[in-house]
């Protein structure tokens, strides 16, 4: 894995979207992307640019379970906010969380990342080494599917809910094996919360207890960490 160390998430957020925009200038036409505040200021940076994303294709990694349409904390809003709504691609999709059949969701999910493939994947991680929401435990080898949140997914994200009992327990998650098959991955993470899972990500064992660890096996990502994040400064 290439490690990339900045001393300001703004910096981080620039190297990312460079090396997007390098992507694009090569012939990448789908992206895939993620939420949370991790990548805000890289989306930032897209929606300034003059980079024309109207022929390209985005694939979102995740979505909650169960929220009313057009809720603000949904991940389609989020999208819409930070980026769709300035920078409009051909098409985007995101897990639909409100499907009656969440099963058959998951299964057309893997059908679209099939039909799309993912040439940039952006992730961020969480303070215990998820990736999308796949939770420690998860399987390298799934697909999309629906995960339970843990503990302190819900504590983590609980800051964009009213209180923690208003975050679902639920979503609808892009799975390991659909995530390493993108060409290039570029996974951000700024702040100490983060330097535990990401030393573990980088030089620890390679195990399902460690979702992102599974990075170490794949031939193209890229690091990008903050002085908080990067557990060797
Ligand atoms: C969320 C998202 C992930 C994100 C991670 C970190 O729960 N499902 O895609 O990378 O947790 O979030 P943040 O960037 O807010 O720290």
């Known amino acids: 894995m290439k490690i990339v160390r900045v001393n300001s998430e703004t910096l981080g957020s620039k190297i990312a979207f460079s090396i997007i925009r390098e992507a694009t200038e090569k012939g990448a036409v789908t992206l895939g992307l993620a939420t949370g505040s ?46 769709f709504a300035t920078k409009p691609f051909k098409e985007t999709f995101i897990p639909d969380g409100r499907a009656a059949d969440l099963e058959a969701e998951c299964v057309a999910y893997d059908k679209l990342i099939d039909e799309h493939p993912i040439d940039v994947q952006i992730l961020g991680i969480g303070t215990n080494g998820h990736i999308g929401f796949n939770e420690p435990g998860s399987s390298f080898v799934a697909g999309t599917s629906v ?87």
């Open 38 to 83: 991790t990548p805000l200021k890289l989306y930032k940076e897209m929606r300034e640019s003059s980079v024309d994303f109207s022929g390209m294709t985005a694939l979102n990694l995740d979505e909650y379970v169960g929220l009313p349409v057009g809720s603000d904390q949904s991940y389609a809003e989020f999208m819409k906010a930070n980026l």
């Open 147 to 233: 995960v339970n949140l843990t503990e302190s997914t819900i504590e983590a994200n609980k800051r964009f809910f009213a209180s923690a009992s208003d975050v679902p327990t639920q979503a609808v998650s892009m799975g390991i094996a659909s995530i390493v098959k993108a060409k290039k991955i570029i996974l951000i993470a700024f702040g100490e919360g983060k330097a535990d899972a990401v030393r573990k990500m980088l030089y620890g064992e390679v195990t399902e207890d460690m979702p992102a660890s599974i990075l170490q096996r794949h031939p193209d990502v890229t690091v990008i960490l903050d002085d908080e994040s990067d557990i060797l400064i």
